[in-house]
């Protein structure tokens, strides 16, 4: 009864994910079709990965686009318009990281950065928003990252970036509230994902004695936030830290 209950109420949702294919992206995506929402997947490299998750679920529409570059967002944007009328929901997801000494860090590795994980959120909001704008409704979430609250050592131009996720979602909550459109950010904590193989066992064990609720995050922590978020009619420029207690400010 309950998912018979949840298709009624989401049928009609469109939602778009930036960097679905993979990790948090993907499971934001199952865990919104599953609840009977539409859903346009958006990946630029992993190919496989996108189409496996299009088998998953007949709600899920995968769509390459480089959110990086306008061109392509246009259309991938124009692609969910003409498919579905409109996007109720943009869940800016897609980014990178790299791990490198602050005075090491090159002119061009500084704008790879700013351009998928900071550009890319700009450019897709503005040309998703439009139709939002005109129909008077809409709910924006950004996936920053608790490094953007807080910093940190190594990841610099990674934690600016994600800075500016979150400024960016505290202006337009402001411009666009009263639009009746909701922007908020998750800022995750370590999540067991692709991007944080990089720690080994005992450096991941060390940070699980750091975190109150003594376990790495999972994304499905982040996906169920995201549902609750968009079915929510009155939170907006919030920054909303799912990290098991280990970042509490």
Do not use: H
């Not at 009609?12 to 859903?39: C, M």
């Not at 995968?62 to 306008?70: E, L, M, N, T, Y």
């Not at 259309?75 to 498919?83: G, Q, S």
């Not at 897709?124 to 709910?139: L, S």
């Amino acid at each position: 009864m309950e998912q018979i209950n949840n298709r009624m109420n989401n049928t009609e949702k469109v939602v778009l994910v930036t960097g679905a294919s993979r990790g948090i992206g993907r499971e934001i995506a199952k865990t919104l079709a599953n609840k009977g929402y539409k859903v346009i997947a958006d990946y630029n490299k992993s190919e496989e990965q996108a189409k496996s998750l299009k088998q998953e679920n007949e709600n899920i529409e995968i769509f390459k686009a480089d959110v990086s570059k306008r061109e392509e967002v246009q259309e991938m944007v124009k692609f969910t318009l003409e498919k579905y009328k409109k996007i109720d929901v943009l869940i800016n997801n897609a980014g990178i990281s790299e791990s490198k000494l602050f005075t090491d860090v090159t002119d061009k590795e500084w704008d790879k950065m700013i351009k998928n994980n900071l550009y890319s959120a700009f450019c897709t909001t503005q040309e998703v928003v439009k139709n939002m704008i005109t129909r008077k409704e809409g709910c924006i979430i950004n996936v920053s990252s608790v490094w953007g609250m807080i910093g940190s050592s190594c990841e610099s131009i990674y934690s600016i970036t994600k800075a500016g996720i979150d400024g960016m979602t505290k202006s337009l909550a402001k411009e666009l509230g009263p639009s009746n459109i909701r922007v908020n950010s998750i800022a995750p904590g370590i999540i067991d994902t692709d991007m944080n193989k990089c720690y080994n066992n005992d450096e991941i064990d060390d940070i699980k004695n750091e975190i109150p609720l003594e376990r790495i995050g999972k994304t499905i922590d982040i996906a169920k936030c995201i549902k609750w978020l968009i079915e929510d009619e009155y939170t907006t420029g919030q920054i909303i830290s799912i990290n098991g207690g280990w970042v509490i400010t």
